[in-house]
């Protein structure tokens, strides 16, 4: 395949014409008119449906943009700071992040990041769904215990533990019988197991709520019981704000950074990443609890 009229072919693409491209580029429009017309020869498919006034990608043609444009962007990107001896990462940067992190932890990062680099348009949306990374648009996503994907690679970014508190107030029973809770969500176990040893938990949901950050305001205002990561009530049981009854007899929970894996990887998520690690450089709950403070 050549390259040369690939890039062609994408530049007509991105601006929606062969006249607006030209425009952008400098570029005679017959030339890259003949340089797609080569490349749709070669493929022996039809990548644009000329219209009289209107340009369109054919289905042939939008799945040749989707995965070729962004890898040619890198390409130039790349050569462009070899060129330049290694200039500052620049851009637009699409994170997705889960609703609790971002919460508690994204806006300082996300802040320190654009302070750190200022030629970086860092874009961040809270969602707890799994995303479609290529076809949404993003660059890197941080998710909690996240399913395998062959389509993505990443690296666990922190570790934490769910811990069982209760407001000071709320003696633990001993003989099994249920105390307040509140919980996330419509669903839920009716006991607790926790580590120590000690009989399960068992539990009345009285409150659901949909943020685990709710859930622990309810649970500082005396509401009852609730199951809540360590690094965000570590705070609270230190300041006595919280009782501390045992860790839940769980898996630990994994925050994994993910990016594709059919991508060069940007200097821009190179540098988040690095950003990430800084910040937390043991992935321990402690260091994220650390760095959410007594909020």
Known sequence: MDLLALADFNLVARHG?????????????ATLSRRVADLES???????????????????????????GVLLGEIDEAAAEIASGGAAPRGRLRISAPLLFSQTAMGKLAASFALAYPAVRLE?????????????????????NPAPDANLVGRILLRDRLAVVAPPTLARPGDGTPVPAVVRGTAGAASWAVKDGGADIAIDPVLRLSSLVMVRDAVRAGV?????????????????RLAYWGELAAPEIAIWAL?????????????????LKAAFPQGTPEELAAHIGAS
């Open 224 to 240: 009852g019981v609730a199951c809540l990561p360590v690094s965000l009530v570590s705070y609270d049981i230190s300041a006595g």
């Open 17 to 29: 014409g062969f006249g607006r491209a030209a425009r952008a580029s400098g570029r005679p429009k």
């Open 42 to 68: 070669s493929l022996g498919v039809r990548l644009l449906e000329r219209g009289a006034r209107v340009l369109k990608l054919t289905q042939e043609g939008q799945a040749l943009y989707e995965r070729t």
């Open 124 to 144: 961040v949306t809270t969602e707890d769904r799994p995303v479609d990374m290529v076809e949404e648009g993003y660059d890197l996503a941080i998710r909690v």
């Open 259 to 275: 990016y594709p894996s059919r991508r060069l990887l940007s200097t821009r998520v190179s540098a988040f990443l690095a950003h």
